[in-house]
């Protein structure tokens, strides 16, 4: 046996004992994830909340199902604040009808862009600026709530001396590029910040979750509402990774029984979407970027690969080498698999996707890339019409 040969060899065994430990990982990060404790509806007397809703080009989208599922809380003591962000279509036009059906909905039209605004956070300034509540609400148009969402959230903030409260959203997954792509980015995210870690106090780490994000109003006064993250794209990243720093007390939670989104509905939204977040998300770090798209590749993609080649080799020359390379290459596999189909369950997606692993690393590490390279080169994203990080 060669030194090259034991030296692959070496380096494939490390690999299945990589994907080993993280289906141990991965049942231990899932069986820490509780439902938040539901409650029931609570008098007027309770404390107000504005639920900031910025909105761009929203019409094709869930904006309706959104506000209906808004003005269905059991929650009574609350206003939401709904920023139509220079929408070119019918989403200003359907922000005016709902507020003519219940009045706790106030909508505002976006101003223009001041300069080293982004869309969104200047969007969620223009609310904040209008707003009332002695507790905040960041959301999104693209999510939907159990009617007692705002109860549970508010209840569980209060008694537990939260000063910010993040929740991630159950992922709806539809196409076969959700359910091959939103398990890996899903399992990332869990990985990369266990709950423990970001919810540790004397850790540094933080997550901020931009579908559903409630701060006590003090918080954002402190912080001089969003201008500290006014040209961040990920901007709920950011401002979590502040308040944090601040010494406020954060808590970020898993609530599929509260709220639920479908963040992409194709491949190529997909695409553009994480383009725009990833590199943002890695704070523009191309050492970041290189160490996480070359692991994903030789330790999630590779495998399958190289396994398929020695099986083609050996049905044309039979050497018993390729076989011993071919075995544990497709143990990996087999691994990859288990790792997701565990996963999967957590988003109730068929677990007959998890054979489709490697092409969703292969898929995430692309878009990885991409993201990286386009904001790089000045090159820029155009997210809903708008052009970021584009420079002349």
Same mark, same amino acid.
């Given at each position: 046996?060669?030194?090259?040969?034991?030296?692959?060899?070496?380096?494939?065994?490390?690999?299945?004992?990589?994907?080993?430990?993280?289906?141990?990982?991965?049942?231990?990060?899932?069986?820490?994830?509780?439902?938040?404790?539901i409650? =029931?509806?609570?008098t007027?007397?309770?404390?107000?909340?504005?639920?900031?809703?910025? =909105?761009?080009?929203?019409?094709?989208?869930?904006?309706?199902?959104?506000?209906?599922?808004?003005?269905?809380?059991?929650?009574?003591?609350?206003?939401?604040?709904?920023?139509?962000?220079?929408?070119?279509?019918?989403t200003?036009e359907?922000l005016r009808?709902?507020?003519?059906?219940?009045e706790?909905?106030?909508?505002?039209?976006? !101003?223009?862009l001041p300069e080293?605004?982004?869309?969104?956070?200047?969007?969620l300034?223009?609310?904040?600026?209008?707003?009332?509540?002695?507790w905040?609400?960041?959301?999104?148009?693209d999510?939907?709530?159990?009617?007692?969402?705002?109860t549970?959230?508010?209840c569980?903030a209060?008694?537990? $001396?939260?000063d !910010?409260?993040?929740l991630i959203p +159950?992922?709806?997954?539809?196409?076969?590029?959700?359910?091959?792509?939103m398990?890996?980015?899903?399992? #990332?995210?869990? %990985?990369?910040?266990?709950?423990?870690?970001?919810?540790?106090?004397?850790?540094?780490e933080?997550?901020?979750?931009?579908?559903?994000?409630?701060?006590?109003?003090?918080?954002?006064?402190?912080?001089?509402g969003?201008?500290?993250?006014?040209?961040?794209v990920?901007?709920?990243?950011k401002?979590?990774?502040?308040?944090?720093?601040?010494?406020f007390?954060?808590?970020l939670?898993?609530?599929?029984n509260?709220?639920?989104?479908?963040?992409?509905?194709?491949?190529?939204?997909?695409?553009?979407?994480?383009?725009?977040?990833?590199?943002?998300?890695l704070?523009?770090?191309?050492?970041k /970027?290189?160490?996480?798209a070359a692991?994903?590749?030789s330790?999630?993609?590779?495998?399958?690969?190289? =396994?398929?080649?020695?099986?083609?080799?050996f049905?044309? /020359?039979? *050497?018993?080498?390729?076989? !011993?390379?071919?075995?544990?290459?497709?143990s990996? +596999?087999?691994?990859?698999?288990?790792?997701?189909?565990? #996963?999967n369950r957590?988003?109730?997606?068929? %677990?007959?996707?998890?054979v489709?692993?490697?092409?969703?690393?292969?898929?995430? =590490?692309?878009?990885?890339?991409?993201?990286?390279?386009?904001i790089?080169? $000045?090159? $820029?994203v155009?997210?809903?019409?708008?052009a970021?990080? *584009?420079?002349?």
């Open positions: 046996m060669t030194f090259g040969f034991s030296l692959i060899l070496l380096i494939i065994w490390s690999t299945f004992f990589l994907w080993l430990a993280a289906i141990i990982w991965t049942r231990r990060s899932l069986q820490t994830i509780k439902d938040l404790p409650r =029931a509806n609570l007027r007397n309770a404390a107000s909340v504005s639920i900031l809703l910025p =909105a761009r080009n929203e019409e094709n989208r869930v904006l309706r199902e959104c506000i209906k599922s808004l003005f269905a809380q059991d929650y009574l003591n609350f206003e939401i604040i709904a920023v139509n962000d220079r929408s070119v279509d019918k200003g359907i009808e709902s507020s003519k059906v219940n706790k909905l106030i909508v505002i039209e976006g !101003a223009e080293n605004w982004l869309g969104k956070c200047f969007a300034q223009q609310a904040f600026e209008k707003s009332r509540g002695d905040i609400l960041i959301t999104d148009a999510i939907l709530f159990a009617p007692n969402a705002l549970t959230a508010i569980y209060e008694e537990s $001396g939260f !910010a409260l993040t +159950y992922t709806i997954c539809e196409s076969f590029w959700e359910k091959v792509f398990p890996i980015f899903e399992w #990332f995210r869990l %990985m990369a910040m266990p709950f423990e870690r970001a919810n540790d106090p004397k850790r540094p933080s997550l901020g979750i931009g579908n559903f994000f409630l701060m006590r109003r003090e918080v954002l006064t402190k912080l001089n969003f201008t500290s993250v006014r040209a961040e990920a901007e709920d990243l401002l979590a990774d502040i308040i944090k720093r601040e010494n007390k954060i808590r939670d898993f609530a599929p509260l709220i639920k989104t479908r963040m992409y509905e194709s491949l190529q939204d997909i695409w553009h979407g994480f383009t725009k977040n990833f590199f943002a998300a704070n523009f770090s191309t050492l /970027t290189f160490f996480g692991s994903i590749i330790f999630g993609v590779f495998p399958l690969i190289f =396994a398929t080649v020695c099986l083609i080799l049905l044309i /020359t039979p *050497q018993t080498y390729y076989l !011993a390379i071919f075995a544990p290459l497709l990996i +596999y087999f691994l990859q698999i288990s790792v997701f189909a565990i #996963f957590t988003l109730k997606v068929n %677990m007959i996707y998890a489709f692993a490697p092409l969703g690393l292969g898929l995430f =590490a692309a878009i990885l890339i991409n993201s990286t390279f386009r790089l080169t $000045g090159r $820029g155009v997210w809903k019409g708008r970021i990080y *584009q420079r002349n």
